[in-house]
């Protein structure tokens, strides 16, 4: 007979056991998952398009090519072709006009999900199918299992997540379109998400789905300061995002610590929902905000996040990509706390997780899984400096060139590929625009650091404007100085993140008249010229997220892109080869522009954007 237990054991103790437990158990089968689906990545990624062929065996689009049911990689690899979104962008139309009939997918197309990256300067939108957010949730689900290996007791605290979701708008044949986490946070999976001590937020559900940007920021981080004790981990979906809410910290300390001392929300906040849900957390605590107002009100804001939040262990962000730039400014405020980049997913697919989160940023690489969709790898070629091709995508690809994409398990350790997917939703070989590179393998699949998205030169927050669209606007904007006889002999460009919100920077070298003086109202001109002609996703960040300042134009001394071409040859250019840079990053020739300014003009108001598509603009005033 067991021995009676010598104290009474609380309920609430074994409950708590109980839960550990599960957990426990739980995490163990999210890993062993991983060693299966990374161990059979071949058989899985076998499995992945046959059952995507086999479903969709008789849409349009692949009787188009000739698939004709089959569904056998080599088939798949001769018959259809690798594509870039204006291949598919017909299609996409008659979706998005209301064409119901089996297109891309067998599966009905239950919203678009639009991506930041754009064509034509609007959002790509990206069909997608109901059961997709199965497969993204499944993605999150490995994330903490994962995380706890290296940081236990997650479980027993909070994150401070700052979540946000973004306007969405309807299609003329009345789909959404939003981008994939507004359509994420909106799902039941996220709003009914059962209790977890994972999935345990110091922001309530009504302040993440708050439309009102300021209203959203104010009511999470007013409820992260509230329980700043009980907060373990920190964090954003990008790095840019994060620093977005300290900077807004920064200037709201006092009202929120306010509102702390006499336990009641500021009037500003009217949305009744965040009002109620704030209100079951905020509670008087003058102490909490004597405390708030002291670290707040000192002048080094140098790692406010360790004072303020004394308990997190780590900053959960992206910082891999463009989102590299934030890294200094993370480490101040942090003074050096862990950076984690958890995975790596777009609207069109999610692909991956990092395996090892506590590497530092640049050691990063996601681990693809081989069970998220059907991936191939396009070998990049590099030109002769060794610096990724970036002027526009390269031409189609030859019928050789598309058969010889490679297999997940077959890319070799440091070559870099193009990442090509098909997926569930209804992509074909589809041309992301990423550049991975190979730096290892879990078991038989393979790992990548994030290299660049392809062409991009400019990113602030989520927008990407490439060296094209930056020309085109640029162009746009020099007609404005022909009145004055002025003329752009050079430009380059520079994401200038040193104040928040960051902002596009354009150094001009200009040939002018002499005897007639260019208004500075001109440049101002030209400046906001620039931000009309750039894309939707950079519009919407300087209107709507407030989350890219006004553009600059700097115009530089005569003479000065004579000494960037000297400054690039004496560290090894080629002369013959050498091309001005559209964009610098490389602090010394950022230096070098900046000491040679000679004027400096802002864009003087916001440029004009609006939720959805241009052409959609109508049918939306209508519904
Ligand atoms: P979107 O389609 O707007 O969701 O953007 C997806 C794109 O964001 C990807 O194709 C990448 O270029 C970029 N991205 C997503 N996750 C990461 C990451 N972990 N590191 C770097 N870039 C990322």
Redesign the pocket.
């Known amino acids: 007979m067991p021995e009676a237990p010598k104290e009474i054991v609380p309920y609430d103790h074994e409950k708590k056991v109980m839960e550990e437990y599960n957990m426990y158990e739980k995490n163990k089968k999210t890993l062993e998952f991983i060693e299966e689906v990374t161990e059979n990545a071949d058989q899985v990624q076998k499995r992945v398009l046959t059952e995507i062929l086999t479903r969709n065996a008789n849409v349009e689009y692949l009787h188009r090519h000739g698939l004709n049911g089959a569904t056998d990689r080599d088939t798949f690899k001769k018959l259809i072709p690798v594509i870039k979104y204006e291949d598919i962008q017909s299609d996409i139309t008659r979706i998005a006009n209301g064409d119901t009939s089996p297109i891309l997918s067998s599966h009905p197309i239950s919203e678009f999900l639009t991506?930041?990256?754009t064509s034509g300067g609007e959002r790509k939108l990206?069909p997608t199918i109901e059961e997709e957010l199965d497969r993204r949730c499944m993605l999150y689900s490995l994330l903490m299992p994962v995380m706890s290996q290296f940081v236990p007791g997650l479980d027993k605290g909070k994150g401070m997540y700052f979540l946000f979701i973004k306007s969405e708008s309807k299609t003329p044949g009345g789909l959404v379109a939003r981008?994939?986490l507004t359509s994420y946070y909106k799902s039941k999976h996220f709003k009914n998400r059962p209790f977890d001590s994972y999935t345990n937020y110091t922001s309530p559900n009504e302040s993440i789905l708050c439309s009102d940007s300021y209203q959203s920021m104010y009511s999470q981080m007013l409820c992260g300061l509230c329980q700043n004790n009980e907060v373990l981990r920190v964090g954003a979906v990008f790095a840019s995002g994060f620093i977005r809410a300290i900077k807004f910290l920064e200037k709201n300390w006092a009202l929120l610590a306010q509102d702390i001392r006499v336990g009641s929300l500021n009037p500003v906040i009217t949305d009744p929902e965040v009002r109620a849900a704030v209100m079951r957390i905020l509670k008087p605590d003058p102490q909490l905000a004597d405390f708030i107002e002291a670290e707040c009100s000192k002048d080094m804001w140098q790692g406010i996040i360790t004072r303020i939040w004394p308990n997190t262990k780590y900053i959960d962000v992206?910082v891999?990509?463009t989102?590299a730039q934030y890294i200094p400014t993370l480490d101040y405020y942090s003074n050096g706390l862990p950076l984690v980049?958890t995975?790596?997913?777009?609207?069109?697919c999610y692909f991956g997780v990092n395996l090892n989160p506590l590497c530092k940023p640049s050691e990063v690489s996601?681990t693809l899984i081989p069970s998220m969709g059907y991936f191939e790898f396009l070998p990049v070629q590099r030109n002769v400096n060794g610096v990724t091709n970036s002027i526009s995508m390269p031409k189609s690809l030859t019928e050789k060139e598309q058969q010889d994409l490679v297999e997940l398990t077959d890319v070799k350790l440091g070559h870099e590929y193009e990442l090509v997917i098909t997926t569930y939703a209804g992509l074909y070989r589809y041309r992301?625009?990423?550049v991975l590179r190979v730096a290892g393998f879990k078991n038989k699949a393979p790992q990548f650091n994030?290299v660049c998205?392809k062409n991009v030169v400019l990113s602030i927050d989520?927008d990407k404007t490439d060296e094209v669209e930056l020309q085109n606007a640029v162009k746009n904007a020099v007609s404005h100085l022909q009145p004055f006889g002025g003329t752009l002999l050079e430009y380059t460009s520079y994401a200038d993140t040193s104040v928040i919100p960051g902002h596009y920077v354009l150094f001009w070298e200009l040939s002018l008249n002499r005897s007639t003086s260019v208004p500075p109202s001109v440049f101002e001109d030209c400046c906001l010229t620039i931000e009309e002609s750039l894309n939707s996703v950079y519009r919407q960040g300087r209107v709507s997220d407030k989350s890219i300042g006004p553009l600059e134009i700097k115009v530089v001394e005569n003479g000065t892109f004579d000494k960037l071409m000297d400054y690039a040859i004496s560290l090894g250019a080629s002369i013959n080869q050498y091309k001005t840079p559209r964009c610098v990053k490389f602090a010394p020739i950022v230096e070098l522009l900046n000491s040679r300014v000679v004027s400096t003009y802002l864009s003087p108001k916001c440029p004009k954007w609006a939720p959805g598509h241009k052409q959609w603009c109508n049918a939306n005033e209508e519904r």
Not at 343 to 348: C, G, I
């Open positions: 991506s930041s990256g990206m981008p994939v992206i891999t990509g989102m980049c995975m790596y997913a777009s609207s069109e996601y992301v625009g990423d994030f998205r989520s």
